[in-house]
C-alpha cells in the first residue's frame, strides 16, 4: 500500500532493520530530488550513498547503469559475476568509512535488466539499502519487484495542495501571493511544482503575475509555461508510445471525453498506461469522463502537434463523436477552436453557440478568438453581443461598450435583441450614467420587438428582459420593485430550469439580506448552494460566482459562521479559471466575516488581495464595499494614515456600486472617519446613512449601520435599536434584543450576559464591547468585586482580539488609578524596576506586583511598556490625579 511521502516516514524505513529499502514514485517535476535531498541530509552524516543513473541510452546497453558507477574497468564488461564483484567492493569500501550505505537508484524506468539483477543481488546480499526512484505507469521497471515482494516500502509523492502552493510561490517570487492565485495555479499544476515553477515563469512574461499593494495577483492568465517546463513536459511525451502520446493529444485538443468515446477510438492498454502514469484522471458520473490530470499542459500539447497531424486527429475523433444540439458546452467549445486551428469551416450557428458557451463557462480567450471572426448579417448582431461581453471580461470597457450598442442597433429577432440588451447592461453596468443608458437600450427593445411582460404567452425573449430589469431594479436600490418581478419571475413556467431559479433565488438572498429577513435569506442561500454544488455540475459559472457570493453573505449577515467558512473555501469552485474571477469576491467575503467578528487582522490580510482585484475587475460592484470596509479595518487596527488613505480612494472611485454594497461601503467608510479623527463629518454621514435606510425599508443594512454608531459612542440611537432588532427576522433575533436592552438600561449585569451571549454567537469584538461597559458600570456602582472579574473577562477578549482600537473599549472611561496605583505607575515610567519600586516605597515586592495587575486590567494594557508611553503621553506626572486620587483613597 503506497503513502504519501514524508521525510521522516522514508527515513525511519531507511532506518528499520527489517528493511531492505524504499521505493519512491512521482511524475517529472514532483519535486523527488528535493524530497530525498532532504531525506539524505536526514540520515546523517555517517551515512553514504552511492548513485546510479539510468538514462534512455544507458538503458540499451546491458549492465549499462552498473557499469558507469563502478568504474572504467568494467565499462565493457558483459559477464554477470565481474560487474556483480565490482559493486560489491564499492560498496565494501564504503562500509569501511561509514555506518550505513545506500544505493540510489534514479529513473528507475530506465533500468537496463541486467543492472536491475545485479542491483538486487547486492542488496539481498548485504546490508546496503536501496532507494528506487521511480514514475506512474512503471509497472514494467524490473526493480519493482522487489516492491511487490513486500522487500521495498512504496511512498508516493503527493501533489502540493493549495497551501503548499502558496508557500512555495511566496519562496520563488519573494511576497505574498493571493489565496486566488494560489489556487488558480494549484490547480492547473495538479500541485506538480515544476509545472507550476513553469507557469509563474510564464504569467510573470506575458505580465499577467503583478505585484498589487504588497501582493503578488494573477490576472486572467492562460496556461504559459515556462521554456524549462516545457522540455519536461516534452519528456514526459517522449517515454510514451505512439498510441498513448495520441490519446493526450486527443484529450488535449478535445478537452475532456466519454471514456466510451476513448475506448472506441484505441484499445484498453492505451487506456490503461496512461492512467497508471498519472497524465489522466477519470470523472466519476452518470458518463465517466477522462481528461488530463494538469490542466496546464493542453495548451503547450496542442502547439506541440502539427497542424496536419491536429487535422488527422479530428477526423478520427469526428468518426466516433461530433458536437451537437444535446453536446455539452465544453465539447462544443473545443470543437470548434480545433477545427479553426486546423482551418477547417465551421457554421454560423456553431461560432454563435460556441461564443456565447465560452462567454457563459468564462473561458475569455477562446470567447475572445471565436466571437472575432466574420460570420453572415443574419448572425452578426448576435455574435457582436458575445463579443462586447468578452471584451469586458478582458476589461476593454469602452470597446464592451460599442460592441453592445451596436449589436442591440442590428438585432432582427427577439432572442438577438435580449441578448444584446443584455450585452447593455453589463457594459454599462459600472458607470455612473447606467439607468439612462440601460433604460434607453430597453426602449429601443420594445419599439422594434413590442412591450416586454410577463404573462401565459410570455417569450424566452420576454424572461431574459425581465430579469434583466429585475437586476437593474437590484443594482439600484429598488428593493420592492425588485422583489416583485423576482417571484413574478419565480413562479412563471420558462423559468422552472435550475439556472434562472437559482439566479433568481439568490437575487432573493441579497434582497431579503439587506432589508433584515436573515432567517429566510439563509433558508434560500441554502437552496442555491445545493444547486450550485449538484453533482452534475452547475451549467453556468458566470451565474454561479455572484450566487455562490449572496448566498455566503446571507450567512455572514446572520452570524451563521461555520456555513460562511465552509463555502468560503476554493473547493466550492472545481473550475479553475473561476478561481481568478471569484478570487476578489471570495476574499471580499472573508474580510465580511472577519470583521463582523472583530478579527481585524485576518480581514485585513482578505482585504488586501480583494481590493486589488476588484480594482482590477469588478462586474459585481462590490469595490465601494471593500474601499470603504479596508479604511474602517485600518482605523479599527490603529493605522490612522493607511485608513485615510482608503478613504481618498474610496472618494475617488469613479465607477459606479450597487447600491445595497455602496450604502454599507459608505457607512464603513463614515465610521473609519469617526475613529481617524474626522468625528464631526463621520457622525453626520452615518446618521444620514442610518435615516436612508430607514426609509427604505433596509433593516439589515441598518442594523449595521447602529452597530457602527454604538460602537464609536453615539448612545441617542439605543432606542432605535430595540426597534430595529423587534423587526429583524432571524435566529440571532433574541441576542439582539437583549443587546439592545442592556444597552438601553445600562444595568452591568445585563450587559455582561449579553456580552456572554454575543461570545457564544462568535461575535467576539460586540461581546468585548459589552464586557467593557459592564465593566465600567460595576466600577461606578463601587461593585469592586464584579468589576474585576469583568475585567478579567474583558482582558481575555482582548487578548483574542489583538490590536484593536475600538472606540467602545478604548474611550470606555476606564477607572482611575488609586494613588498607590500611580505612584507605581510613575516609577515604572522612570525604568524602576519592581524590586526597586518595593524598596523605595517600603512595600513588599508582591504588592507591587498586584499594584501594576490591577492597573494593567483598568486601562486595558498589555507591558510595563505600554504604561509608561500612557504615563509620557498623557503628561500625568503634572497632572492632578494623584491629588484626586489621594482625596478619595489612603494609601495602601
Not at 128 to 157: N, Q, Y
Not at 310 to 326: A, H, S
Not at 433 to 448: D, I, N, V
Request: with cysteine; proline share 4%; net charge negative.
Amino acid at each position: 500500500m503506497a503513502r504519501r511521502a514524508n521525510v521522516d516516514d522514508i527515513v525511519a524505513q531507511l532506518e528499520d532493520r527489517s528493511s531492505r529499502g524504499v521505493l519512491v514514485v512521482g511524475p517529472h517535476g514532483a519535486g523527488k530530488t528535493w524530497m530525498l535531498g532532504r531525506v539524505i541530509a536526514a540520515l546523517g552524516s555517517g551515512c553514504t550513498t552511492i548513485r546510479l543513473s539510468p538514462s534512455k541510452a544507458l538503458s540499451l546497453v546491458p549492465f549499462g547503469a552498473v557499469n558507469a558507477r563502478v568504474g572504467q574497468k568494467l565499462v565493457r564488461s558483459s559477464d554477470f559475476y565481474e560487474v556483480l564483484s565490482g559493486l560489491l567492493g564499492q560498496v565494501e569500501s564504503e562500509f569501511a568509512t561509514a555506518e550505513k550505505v545506500f544505493l540510489m537508484v534514479d529513473n528507475g524506468e530506465y533500468l537496463d535488466e541486467q543492472s536491475a539483477a545485479v542491483i538486487t543481488q547486492v542488496i539481498m546480499s548485504t546490508d546496503a539499502k536501496l532507494i528506487l526512484v521511480d514514475h506512474p505507469g512503471g509497472h514494467h521497471t524490473h526493480m519493482r519487484e522487489l516492491w511487490r515482494d513486500g522487500h521495498l516500502a512504496r511512498f508516493e509523492l503527493a501533489p502540493l495542495k493549495s497551501r503548499d502552493v502558496q508557500d512555495f510561490i511566496a519562496n520563488v517570487l519573494g511576497g505574498r501571493v493571493s489565496g486566488a492565485a494560489a489556487d488558480y495555479l494549484s490547480s492547473r499544476s495538479a500541485g506538480n511544482p515544476l509545472v507550476l515553477k513553469g507557469l509563474v515563469a510564464g504569467a510573470l512574461e506575458e505580465g499577467s503575475l503583478q505585484l498589487a499593494d504588497g501582493v503578488w495577483m494573477l490576472n486572467h492568465p492562460g496556461d504559459g509555461l515556462g521554456s524549462e517546463s516545457r522540455d519536461f513536459l516534452q519528456m514526459d511525451l517522449d517515454q510514451l508510445t505512439s498510441e498513448s502520446r495520441r490519446m493526450i493529444e486527443i484529450l488535449a485538443l478535445a478537452g475532456p471525453l466519454p471514456l466510451d468515446v476513448l475506448l472506441d477510438l484505441t484499445d484498453t492498454d492505451t487506456i490503461d498506461d496512461i492512467q497508471q502514469r498519472d497524465l489522466v484522471v477519470i470523472s466519476p458520473g452518470t458518463t465517466m469522463t477522462m481528461e488530463l490530470s494538469r490542466p496546464a499542459t493542453a495548451g503547450p500539447i496542442r502547439e506541440m502537434a502539427p497542424v496536419g497531424r491536429r487535422r488527422r486527429l479530428l477526423v478520427d475523433v469526428g468518426k466516433v463523436v461530433t458536437p451537437g444540439p444535446d453536446s455539452g458546452p465544453e465539447m462544443v467549445i473545443n470543437f470548434t477552436r480545433w477545427a479553426l486551428d486546423c482551418g477547417l469551416p465551421v457554421g454560423d450557428g456553431q461560432i454563435v453557440s460556441a461564443a456565447t458557451m465560452a462567454n457563459h463557462l468564462l473561458r475569455v480567450k477562446d470567447a475572445l478568438q471565436i466571437s472575432s471572426l466574420h460570420v453572415s448579417p443574419q448572425h452578426t448582431a448576435a455574435l457582436l453581443a458575445q463579443r462586447s461581453i468578452a471584451h469586458l471580461n478582458h476589461n476593454w470597457a469602452d470597446q464592451a461598450r460599442t460592441l453592445a450598442s451596436k449589436s442591440l442597433d442590428l438585432a432582427r429577432t427577439p432572442d438577438v435583441g435580449a441578448a444584446a440588451l443584455r450585452a447593455v447592461h453589463l457594459a454599462y453596468s459600472p458607470e455612473q450614467g447606467y439607468e439612462a443608458h440601460f433604460s434607453a437600450g430597453l426602449k429601443s427593445y420594445e419599439q422594434r420587438f413590442g412591450p416586454v411582460r410577463l404573462a401565459a404567452d410570455s417569450t424566452r425573449a420576454d424572461i431574459e428582459v425581465s430579469i434583466l430589469q429585475a437586476t437593474m431594479d437590484l443594482s439600484l436600490g429598488h428593493a420592492l420593485a425588485a422583489l416583485d418581478r423576482l417571484h413574478a419571475l419565480l413562479a412563471h413556467p420558462l423559468c422552472a430550469n435550475r439556472i434562472d431559479q437559482t439566479l433568481l433565488k439568490s437575487m432573493l438572498c441579497e434582497i431579503f439580506t439587506t432589508t433584515g429577513r436573515l432567517t429566510s435569506a439563509s433558508r434560500i442561500a441554502c437552496e442555491v448552494i445545493a444547486e450550485l454544488e449538484s453533482t452534475d455540475g452547475f451549467p453556468r459559472p458566470d451565474i454561479a460566482l455572484l450566487a455562490y457570493a449572496r448566498a455566503v453573505s446571507a450567512f455572514i449577515y446572520d452570524a451563521d459562521w461555520e456555513l460562511a467558512r465552509q463555502f468560503l473555501e476554493p473547493a466550492i469552485v472545481t473550475n479553475p479559471d473561476l478561481m481568478l474571477f471569484a478570487g476578489g469576491l471570495r476574499d471580499l467575503g472573508a474580510a465580511m466575516m472577519y470583521s463582523k467578528r472583530g478579527h481585524v487582522d485576518e480581514a485585513l490580510a482578505a482585504l488586501r488581495p480583494a481590493v486589488a482585484a476588484l480594482m482590477d475587475y469588478d462586474p459585481w460592484l462590490v469595490l465601494p464595499m471593500a474601499q470603504g470596509l479596508f479604511a474602517y479595518c485600518l482605523a479599527m487596527r490603529g493605522d490612522a494614515a493607511g485608513a485615510q488613505d482608503r478613504l481618498k480612494q474610496f472618494d475617488a472611485v469613479d465607477r459606479r456600486g450597487s447600491r445595497f454594497y455602496h450604502l454599507e461601503g459608505a457607512a464603513y467608510a463614515a465610521a473609519a472617519q469617526v475613529i481617524t479623527g474626522q468625528a464631526d463629518a463621520g457622525i453626520r454621514r452615518l446618521h444620514q446613512l442610518r435615516e436612508d435606510c430607514s426609509e427604505l425599508g433596509y433593516t439589515g443594512t441598518e442594523l449595521t449601520l447602529l452597530s457602527l454608531l454604538v460602537r464609536i459612542g453615539e448612545k441617542s440611537v439605543v432606542p432605535r435599536m430595540a426597534v430595529v432588532a423587534d423587526m429583524i427576522e432571524s435566529d440571532r433575533r433574541g441576542f439582539y434584543q437583549e443587546w439592545a436592552r442592556a444597552m438601553l438600561s445600562g444595568d452591568p449585569a445585563g450587559l455582561d450576559q449579553a456580552s456572554t451571549t454575543a461570545m457564544e454567537y462568535g461575535l467576539e469584538l460586540i461581546a468585548a464591547e459589552l464586557a467593557s461597559r459592564a465593566q465600567k458600570g460595576y466600577q461606578d456602582a463601587g461593585k469592586v468585586h464584579h468589576s474585576r472579574k469583568t475585567a478579567t473577562k474583558v482582558v481575555a477578549m482582548r487578548d483574542r482580539l489583538p490590536g484593536l482600537v475600538s472606540p467602545a473599549i478604548t474611550s470606555n472611561g476606564l477607572p482611575q488609578m488609586t494613588r498607590r496605583e500611580h505612584e507605581i505607575a510613575l516609577l515604572v515610567a522612570v525604568g524602576e524596576s519592581n524590586s526597586a519600586i518595593a524598596g523605595r516605597l517600603g512595600v513588599s515586592l508582591r504588592t507591587v506586583e498586584g499594584h501594576l495587575y490591577r492597573t494593567f486590567i483598568k486601562l486595558d494594557l498589555q507591558s510595563r511598556e505600554q504604561l509608561a508611553i500612557l504615563m509620557r503621553e498623557k503628561d500625568l506626572m503634572g497632572d492632578d490625579h494623584g491629588t484626586r486620587t489621594a482625596a478619595a483613597e489612603p494609601a495602601r
